[in-house]
């Protein structure tokens, strides 16, 4: 996890985000404050939440004004935790206020992309979870669109301790379920071969676990070996000049008096490489990042005596003063202590097999509307082309009738003029009539 340095200096996001946090207690008159030089955005870094840049713009233009800046450098966590450090918004100067104001508004038309983005995405007609949505916002006052204020900067630091106390624990549970997948995925493979090849397979598995497992020791994190190693391979100093106080200037990279979780878990690289090594086939990047994690947490929770994420100089001189600094202790990897059991593996394998098997309902519901669509097409179709080959019979069939009323006019005066016409009437002889000779005056 990548913290941002500069998010230690205020502390408003208490010992989650690994803060420092101070106060003087101080009346200002912001009326007589000269307006600040930099109001330039202020570079952003991640914390691993969702809101991380609106987090990090927060903080560092509060940092920017000199009062506030003041009011956290002897802040206690409790002071943070109960709000009373968010009424000191109402003394910052008004052109930090200003900005403040814009960064919510962006913050509040980003959400509301996301939240549209998702619905368009869904599309499906199902009825929307608001609750869900609405947690998305839970880091500021959603009612209020248009300025920032002190419930905003309350609720930032609320959802932030929050969201980051629990931020650890979801990447250990993501871990322990890529493990379990791992080995679901390692087993289902197994199950496809042949017996030859699965032995071999065994076997290369094993030959792949001994070989991971054969690394020089590990060091135990935050011990005087661990400290001493650094002091050596990193800071190329001679070990038999070792001084926790130098040690702890050369390793903090930021200069504000205290290591943070970025530059603890940087102290342990050394360590890491000695089990870990990207270009190696038995070594998992994924079960390094979960050891970086283990080490700064076991430093942490023996070091981080006032737990505000933070260690501070007096913290580290007092851990270098006690026996356990100098014991010689293994550090155990997190492939030497199982991450789950096997029921839970079983446990996990039953869901897995309970939503393919969802999936495969859904799927041949799928296949089942797409036969009945692609047979209602064919229907169409079908009846598509007797109305187009009834039309063409229609036209057909008109054609012929109108070139048999043109036809029939020209017919009757043929007969009319062929017909013999009895002398003194204008009417043609019947037929079957028979013509006899008519005799002629003066003829005999």
């Given at each position: 996890?990548?913290?941002?340095?500069a998010?230690?200096?205020?502390?408003?996001?208490?010992?989650?985000?690994?803060?420092c946090?101070q106060?003087?207690?101080?009346?200002?008159d912001?009326?007589?404050?000269?307006?600040?030089?930099?109001?330039?955005s202020?570079?952003t870094?991640y914390?691993?939440?969702?809101?991380?840049?609106?987090?990090?713009?927060?903080i560092?233009?509060?940092?920017?004004?000199?009062?506030?800046?003041?009011?956290?450098?002897?802040?206690?966590?409790?002071?943070?935790?109960?709000?009373?450090?968010?009424?000191?918004?109402?003394?910052?100067?008004?052109?930090?206020?200003?900005?403040?104001?814009?960064?919510?508004?962006?913050?509040?038309?980003?959400?509301r992309?996301?939240?549209?983005?998702?619905?368009?995405?869904?599309?499906?007609?199902?009825?929307?979870?608001?609750?869900a949505?609405?947690?998305?916002?839970?880091?500021?006052?959603?009612?209020?669109?248009?300025?920032?204020?002190?419930?905003?900067?309350d609720?930032?630091?609320?959802s932030?301790?929050?969201d980051?106390?629990?931020?650890?624990?979801?990447?250990?549970?993501?871990?322990?379920?890529?493990?379990?997948?791992?080995?679901?995925?390692?087993?289902?493979?197994?199950?496809?071969?042949?017996?030859?090849?699965?032995?071999?397979?065994?076997?290369?598995y094993?030959e792949?676990?001994k070989?991971?497992?054969?690394h020089?020791?590990?060091?135990?994190?935050?011990s005087?070996?661990?400290?001493?190693?650094?002091?050596?391979?990193?800071d190329?100093l001679?070990?038999?000049?070792?001084?926790?106080?130098?040690?702890?200037?050369?390793?903090?990279?930021?200069?504000?008096?205290?290591?943070?979780?970025?530059?603890l878990?940087?102290?342990f690289?050394?360590?890491?490489?000695?089990?870990?090594?990207p270009?190696?086939?038995?070594d998992?990047?994924?079960?390094?990042?979960?050891?970086?994690?283990?080490?700064?947490e076991?430093?942490?929770?023996?070091?981080?005596?006032d737990?505000?994420?933070?260690?501070s100089?007096?913290?580290?001189?007092?851990?270098?003063?006690?026996?356990?600094f100098?014991?010689?202790?293994?550090?155990?990897?997190?492939?030497?202590?199982?991450?789950?059991?096997?029921?839970?593996?079983?446990?996990?394998?039953?869901?897995?097999?309970?939503?393919?098997?969802?999936?495969?309902m859904?799927?041949?519901?799928?296949?089942?509307?797409?036969?009945?669509?692609?047979?209602?097409?064919e229907?169409?179709?079908?009846?598509k082309?007797?109305?187009?080959?009834?039309?063409?019979?229609?036209?057909?069939?008109?054609?012929?009738?109108?070139?048999?009323?043109?036809?029939?006019?020209?017919?009757?005066v043929?007969?009319?003029?062929?017909?013999?016409?009895?002398?003194?009437?204008?009417?043609?002889?019947?037929?079957?009539?028979?013509?006899q000779?008519v005799?002629?005056?003066?003829?005999?």
């Amino acid at each position: 996890m990548v913290r941002h340095k500069a998010l230690a200096h205020c502390g408003l996001v208490l010992f989650s985000l690994g803060l420092c946090v101070q106060t003087v207690p101080i009346s200002v008159d912001k009326t007589k404050d000269k307006p600040p030089e930099d109001l330039d955005s202020p570079q952003t870094a991640y914390s691993g939440l969702h809101y991380d840049r609106y987090l990090s713009e927060v903080i560092q233009y509060l940092e920017k004004d000199p009062h506030f800046k003041e009011k956290l450098k002897n802040a206690d966590i409790d002071d943070i935790k109960n709000g009373k450090l968010a009424k000191e918004l109402d003394f910052v100067h008004h052109s930090f206020r200003t900005k403040l104001d814009e960064l919510k508004r962006e913050e509040i038309g980003r959400l509301r992309m996301l939240i549209k983005a998702k619905h368009d995405i869904r599309g499906d007609g199902r009825t929307i979870d608001h609750h869900a949505l609405l947690k998305q916002f839970e880091h500021l006052n959603h009612k209020n669109t248009e300025t920032f204020e002190i419930e905003d900067l309350d609720r930032l630091i609320k959802s932030t301790t929050n969201d980051l106390e629990n931020y650890d624990k979801e990447r250990h549970d993501e871990f322990k379920q890529y493990e379990m997948m791992k080995e679901h995925e390692r087993r289902e493979r197994l199950k496809n071969m042949t017996e030859e090849e699965r032995r071999k397979e065994e076997q290369h598995y094993q030959e792949m676990k001994k070989k991971h497992a054969d690394h020089p020791k590990v060091n135990h994190p935050g011990s005087e070996d661990q400290l001493k190693e650094v002091w050596k391979e990193t800071d190329g100093l001679d070990p038999s000049d070792f001084n926790p106080k130098t040690f702890f200037k050369l390793h903090d990279s930021n200069g504000d008096g205290y290591l943070d979780e970025s530059e603890l878990e940087a102290i342990f690289s050394n360590e890491l490489q000695k089990v870990y090594n990207p270009e190696n086939e038995e070594d998992d990047m994924v079960e390094m990042e979960e050891e970086r994690l283990r080490m700064r947490e076991h430093v942490m929770s023996e070091v981080d005596t006032d737990k505000d994420r933070l260690v501070s100089l007096n913290e580290f001189m007092e851990a270098t003063d006690k026996q356990e600094f100098k014991e010689k202790e293994e550090w155990e990897t997190v492939d030497e202590n199982p991450i789950y059991t096997e029921e839970e593996l079983s446990m996990y394998e039953w869901h897995l097999a309970k939503e393919e098997n969802k999936l495969d309902m859904k799927t041949a519901e799928l296949q089942k509307q797409k036969e009945e669509l692609q047979k209602k097409e064919e229907e169409l179709n079908a009846q598509k082309k007797g109305l187009k080959q009834l039309a063409e019979e229609v036209e057909k069939l008109r054609g012929q009738s109108e070139n048999a009323q043109v036809k029939q006019p020209a017919a009757a005066v043929v007969t009319s003029e062929s017909a013999p016409v009895v002398p003194g009437s204008s009417q043609p002889l019947t037929p079957g009539h028979q013509q006899q000779d008519v005799p002629v005056p003066g003829q005999s």
